[in-house]
T-cell receptor, first 116, second 111 residues
Framework: DTEVTQTPKHLVMGMTNKKSLKCEQHMGHRAMYWYKQKAKKPPELMFVYSYEKLSINESVPSRFSPECPNSSLLNLHLHALQPEDSALYLC???????????????FGPGTRLTVT | GQQVMQIPQYQHVQEGEDFTTYCNSSTTLSNIQWYKQRPGGHPVFLIQLVKSGEVKKQKRLTFQFGEAKKNSSLHITATQTTDVGTYFCAAQTGTASKLTFGTGTRLQVTL
């Protein structure tokens, strides 16, 4: 099974709401990632978890809070978002994480988030 | 931060024509990956290049890593409508401890 699943597929939330995005993989990968992608732009890395520990936080605002409950699951908790946070949020996993990025990443289908 | 630039940004070809996208970095890259993202889809890994001057082929796709490991190219022979999408290179650049995606080349193929 080489699939990364994400829920929900679409999410519309107000600026005062609290919501969570979920990501799951059953490939035994020990690295998981959150990316943000705006239309016609490349994915931008937000967070990297390696062995369930946060390894990289790309100076992401605290209104985004990641969580890795176990090696298969990755959550992104959202609170007090701004309209400019509307984007496609992609989860990815790889066998391991190394800073020079030599493990292929498997991406989930993404959650399309709209903040109103 | 450091960017990996791709050219062209967009290319529109007739089916059967060839297509090439180029990825350029100002610094030496330890390795480079290529991904394809279909419209409305998510990035899918295509290949990784590691060695200087490396050339790899996947059916109609040919990937090349420059001798100086500062650039890479993806060439598609005889494009088909199934090749439509955005092609991204991705590499660890400079001192960043992560993979950075290039700016992407969007390919449109018409009959």
């Amino acid at each position: 099974d080489t699939e990364v699943t994400q829920t929900p597929k679409h999410l519309v939330m107000g600026m005062t709401n609290k919501k969570s995005l979920k990501c799951e993989q059953h490939m035994g990968h020990r690295a998981m990632y959150w990316y943000k992608q705006k239309a016609k732009k490349p994915p931008e890395l937000m967070f990297v978890y390696s062995y369930e520990k946060l390894s990289i936080n790309e100076s992401v605002p605290s209104r985004f809070s990641p969580e890795c409950p176990n090696s298969s699951l990755l959550n992104l908790h959202l609170h007090a978002l701004q309209p400019e946070d509307s984007a496609l949020y992609l989860c990815a996993s790889s066998q391991l994480f190394r800073p020079w990025g030599d493990y292929e990443q498997y991406f989930g289908p993404g959650t399309r988030l709209t903040v109103t | 931060g450091q960017q990996v630039m791709q050219i062209p940004q967009y290319q529109h070809v007739q089916e059967g024509e060839d297509f090439t996208t180029y990825c350029n970095s100002s610094t030496t890259l330890s390795n480079i990956q290529w991904y394809k993202q279909r419209p409305g889809g998510h990035p899918v890994f295509l290949i990784q290049l590691v060695k200087s001057g490396e050339v790899k082929k996947q059916k109609r796709l040919t990937f090349q890593f420059g001798e100086a490991k500062k650039n890479s190219s993806l060439h598609i022979t005889a494009t088909q409508t199934t090749d439509v999408g955005t092609y991204f290179c991705a590499a660890q650049t400079g001192t960043a401890s992560k993979l950075t995606f290039g700016t992407g080349t969007r390919l449109q193929v018409t009959l």
